[in-house]
């Protein structure tokens, strides 16, 4: 098995994919990874499909329901979760782990929560009412040459960039950035965080570590006006689930023990500059 860190390094969204199926062996072994990813670290409930989008056509280069965006994709995971409080987080979470899964098996991966249609995908993965279905995931074998669509959309995300360390991650408050030699054994932890995909790659986490402890408080800084779809979606409270993927994944490969606890009351720390609470990892 290749290491979670190399793989959190390696991924890159893919919108333009070679027109070759998956093999039949790795489609089984999806299976069988796509059953056991049940549920989030908040305990909402979560179903995933790997479906086989037979219709498209090799010399149909675009992919219907994507809005062109997407081009010679064959195979989608399509994710469900029940609605409930954490429900995007841990979507967030448990479709994270989808993308990881795929970019250890070389294939290519992305998140689409805003550039698709969700009723056609609806159908396929039989949504319920009390289910709602926030994004989807192309996975497939990536074509060396991409397209305009995607060439235009990594520009205009600057989707290669990312924010400094300085500007998300901060020691016991918002004033004191977290400099590298405070972060103990988290400084690889923390990077798999930045390196993490989002929604229009706004980077809407904040991180606020304990200076006398190995707790980690994770907050939002939502980007006004963006993100909150019909339904209770919300992608940057799916960007939030994927940090804690990154975090948790990351640091258990390094030995680092803790959990996830959500104190709401009273906050680790009054919801500084309008962010919000969503979590604190509380390090062993
Ligand atoms: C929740 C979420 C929703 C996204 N929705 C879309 C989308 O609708 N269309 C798209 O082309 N990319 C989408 N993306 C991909 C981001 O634009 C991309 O992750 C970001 O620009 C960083 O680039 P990278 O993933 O290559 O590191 C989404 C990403 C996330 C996490």
Same mark, same amino acid.
């Given at each position: 098995?290749? !290491?979670?860190?190399?793989?959190?390094?390696?991924?890159?969204?893919?919108?333009?994919?070679?027109?070759?199926?998956?093999?039949?062996?790795?489609?089984?072994?999806?299976?069988?990874?796509?059953?056991?990813?049940?549920?989030?670290?908040?305990?909402?409930? /979560?179903?995933?499909?790997?479906?086989?989008?037979?219709?498209?056509?090799?010399?149909?280069?675009? /992919?219907?329901?994507?809005?062109?965006?997407?081009?010679?994709?064959?195979?989608?995971?399509?994710?469900?979760?029940?609605?409930?409080?954490?429900?995007?987080?841990?979507?967030?979470?448990?479709?994270?782990?989808?993308?990881?899964?795929?970019?250890?098996?070389?294939?290519?991966?992305?998140?689409?929560?805003?550039?698709?249609?969700?009723?056609?995908?609806?159908?396929?993965?039989?949504?319920?009412?009390?289910?709602?279905?926030?994004?989807?995931?192309? /996975?497939?074998?990536?074509?060396?040459?991409? !397209?305009?669509?995607?060439?235009?959309?990594?520009?205009?995300?600057?989707?290669?960039?990312?924010?400094?360390?300085?500007?998300?991650?901060?020691?016991?408050?918002?004033?004191?950035?977290?400099?590298?030699?405070?972060?103990?054994?988290?400084?690889?932890?923390?990077?798999?965080?930045?390196?993490?995909?989002?929604? !229009?790659?706004?980077?809407?986490?904040?991180?606020?570590?304990?200076?006398?402890?190995?707790?980690?408080?994770?907050?939002?800084?939502?980007?006004?006006?963006?993100?909150?779809?019909?339904?209770?979606?919300?992608?940057?409270?799916?960007?939030?689930?994927?940090?804690?993927?990154?975090?948790?994944? !990351?640091?258990?490969?390094?030995?680092?023990?803790?959990?996830?606890?959500?104190?709401?009351?009273?906050?680790?720390?009054?919801?500084?500059?309008?962010?919000?609470?969503?979590?604190?990892?509380?390090?062993?």
């Amino acid at each position: 098995m290749t !290491s979670i860190i190399k793989t959190i390094k390696m991924r890159r969204s893919c919108r333009t994919y070679e027109f070759k199926p998956i093999e039949q062996e790795k489609r089984s072994a999806w299976e069988v990874f796509l059953t056991a990813n049940t549920t989030g670290p908040f305990g909402s409930q /979560v179903r995933f499909i790997l479906s086989d989008l037979q219709q498209i056509k090799p010399e149909e280069a675009k /992919v219907p329901g994507t809005y062109g965006v997407i081009q010679g994709a064959q195979f989608f995971i399509i994710g469900a979760v029940k609605k409930s409080e954490m429900a995007m987080e841990d979507f967030g979470y448990a479709m994270e782990r989808n993308v990881l899964y795929a970019t250890e098996s070389g294939l290519g991966t992305c998140w689409l929560g805003g550039t698709f249609k969700r009723t056609g995908f609806a159908r396929l993965i039989d949504l319920q009412e009390d289910e709602l279905l926030p994004a989807v995931t192309p /996975v497939g074998y990536p074509k060396q040459k991409k !397209s305009l669509t995607d060439r235009i959309f990594r520009y205009m995300a600057s989707s290669d960039k990312r924010k400094p360390w300085e500007q998300i991650f901060f020691l016991n408050n918002l004033e004191t950035p977290l400099s590298g030699n405070q972060t103990g054994d988290f400084g690889q932890v923390l990077e798999c965080v930045r390196i993490g995909p989002s929604a !229009s790659n706004r980077q809407p986490w904040r991180i606020i570590k304990d200076e006398d402890s190995r707790n980690f408080h994770f907050y939002l800084q939502r980007t006004p006006g963006y993100g909150n779809l019909i339904g209770g979606i919300s992608l940057q409270n799916i960007d939030m689930g994927i940090a804690m993927c990154h975090f948790e994944l !990351s640091a258990r490969e390094m030995g680092l023990s803790g959990q996830w606890v959500r104190q709401i009351f009273p906050e680790p720390k009054a919801a500084p500059g309008g962010m919000e609470y969503i979590v604190s990892w509380v390090g062993a």
